[in-house]
């Protein structure tokens, strides 16, 4: 298959590209790194021509409402038109499990891309996942008021490299409509996660746990961003991860 990669130069991109190449498919990386732009279509022109799956792991980091679903939105409103010019047969969209928990923030952004994708007149495939072990990573980093802190919440993470094999598989399928959502092996406190992610790469500075505000705090905390019973698990344990990562 051919198949092009929204965002292939990203974290999840890159992993997605490895393993379509592993598996024989020809991959093409739309990203500013190659020349496309998503969000206003520069570049995109011609680049889906023979395309049979456009896999979009596009991603921006903002907890705006306003700058979420500008990306998103204007992402896939230009892929899309694209895909429709080339006829590729499948758009596949990576979201979040629960986005509707917390419709605010970035999660608002994500909610914006899978009406346009489900109404946008290319068969499609949207595939939730939870969030990914690196969370914890970008938790930590994430300061405030200057300092490090671990949030609190239920979560459930999940292997990067996991996410991207499964999206690689329904590439293969073909469209799904919405997949089964995905998550990780077990249920973990995302405060402990920071708190142990602090300590493996060396950090004994002060880490207050606050409650996260607005409505993806309360997600957080009420469990309402874990996967239901009937999902797909990784299995990859957050313990395994962190004790794989080079500073730990």
Known sequence: MRLAIAGGTGMTGTHVAAIAKERGHEVIVL???TGVDLQSGAGLAGTLDGVDAVIDVSNVVT??????????????????AAERTAGVRHHLALTIVGAEAAPDGYYAGKLAQERLVAAGGVPWTIQRTTQF????????HRTHAGAHVARTGRVQPVAVHEVAARLVDLAEHGPSARAVDLGGPQEESLADM???YARAIGYHGPLAVIDAPGTLGRAFRSGSLLPRTDALRGTQTFGEWLAALPDA
């Open 194 to 196: 920071v708190q142990r």
């Open 31 to 33: 990203s500013r790194r």
């Open 133 to 140: 072990h690196e969370y914890a990573a970008m938790m930590f």
């Open 63 to 80: 907890a705006k409402p306003a700058e979420s679903v500008s990306f998103f939105a204007g992402a896939t409103t230009n892929l899309l």
